[in-house]
């Protein structure tokens, strides 16, 4: 198992843009699925997006054609990029790792307002 640290969150204006980091602390090479949850205020914690390999990723309808998922297994990192960002985006970003285990991380914050 390993321990996830998220980075990237912050406050940004409608439209904008911002890259999520989640680092983990050993080696991501072997883990079948990493992504990106969401938990707004109020509201049960979401799947956003899901990399198990190159070019096979899942994204929730809402953010299609406007969130990316990467991962780089010789950084051990996988990614987030967010654009065209909405006030609807506005949440807690946990990224988790899942073998036969899951890990998560503490999230990171991401507010979209004007």
């Known amino acids: 198992q390993v321990q996830l640290v998220e980075s990237g969150g912050g406050l940004v204006q409608p439209g904008g843009s911002l890259r999520l980091s989640c680092a983990a602390s050993g080696s991501i090479a072997n883990i079948a699925l990493m992504g990106w949850y969401r938990q707004a205020p109020g509201k049960q914690r979401e799947m956003v997006a899901i990399i198990a390999g190159p070019g096979i990723t899942t994204y929730t309808d809402s953010v299609k054609g406007r969130f990316s998922i990467s991962r780089d297994n010789a950084k051990n990192t996988i990614y987030l990029q967010m654009n065209s960002l909405k006030p609807e985006d506005t949440a807690t970003y946990y990224c988790?790792?899942?073998?036969?285990?899951?890990?998560w991380g503490q999230g990171t914050q991401v507010t979209v307002t004007s």
């Open positions: 988790s790792a899942r073998n036969n285990w899951v890990a």
